[in-house]
């Protein structure tokens, strides 16, 4: 008899063993599933998740400053194109009817031109300011909209963005002559002596467009790596993003 309750308090301590060792597994495999390891790939870690964000605005930050940059980037792209300033549409209105639409034309592709000259710096200025994203960061923007990583970027460098994004686009607006254009029209038009006098600063308006351009461009390229396997062009945006397909 002693040997037989030996034998049974043995069976049952392997089996106890068994069933935690049971659960440990299980625990195991639930966590690496929220972790996007599935099909038996590596567990995504939170420092994969990290790297891998840093990676995709990187690769989308280059791609959208090379975009906006070249030639005719902002001008024939309608999305971002910089439009003659709305506030003063009487302007344009008054100088197009004294037949003045070439000179209108002109400024609106100088506008751009500036904007396209200024966007030569938007990637550098963007990857600075990616390799301060946190963990935390990382990990609600994996959770977020398609364009989370974008709005993360532009909620925490807007003032940054404009405040080295302006003297650049001051520097672009007198090398391609803006005020050369501007200039005529609104004198033009301040001539009239019944019209309220007209006087935006092209310099903040060229640059709060050149800006929203960019994040315009950044949030398609976010989108791309998002949904668009082949857009991942590395081992760790394949692994981030390629768990989200799952």
Not at 137 to 148: E, F, R, W, Y
Not at 202 to 225: D, H, M, P, R
Request: proline share 4%.
């Amino acid at each position: 008899m002693k040997v037989k309750a030996i034998i049974a308090v043995a069976l049952m301590c392997i089996s106890a063993g068994a069933f935690a060792q049971f659960n440990l597994n299980k625990a195991r495999q639930d966590a690496s599933g929220l972790l996007g390891n599935k099909g038996g790939s590596a567990p995504l870690s939170n420092d994969d998740i990290v790297k891998g964000l840093k990676d995709a605005l990187s690769v989308g930050s280059k791609n959208a400053g090379a975009s906006a940059s070249k030639t005719d980037g902002f001008y024939k792209d309608s999305l971002i194109k910089i439009p003659f300033p709305p506030d003063a549409e009487k302007v344009r209105q008054t100088a197009v009817d004294l037949g003045m639409q070439k000179q209108v034309d002109d400024f609106i592709l100088s506008m751009n031109r500036a904007a396209e000259k200024a966007a030569v710096k938007a990637a550098t200025i963007f990857l600075n300011a990616v390799m301060s994203m946190s963990i935390d960061d990382g990990l609600n923007i994996l959770k977020g909209p398609d364009n989370a990583a974008t709005q993360y970027l532009q909620s925490k460098t807007q003032q940054q963005l404009h405040d080295a994004f302006l003297p650049i686009v001051k520097a672009a607006v007198d090398s391609v002559q803006v005020t050369k254009y501007w200039a005529p029209l609104v004198n033009t038009y301040n001539k009239d002596p019944f019209v309220k006098k007209v006087n935006p600063d092209l310099n903040e308006y060229v640059t709060q467009k050149a800006l929203s351009g960019i994040f315009i461009l950044l949030a398609a390229e976010e989108l791309k790596i998002r949904k668009n396997p082949m857009a991942r062009v590395d081992d760790i945006l394949k692994k981030v993003f390629g768990s989200l397909d799952k």
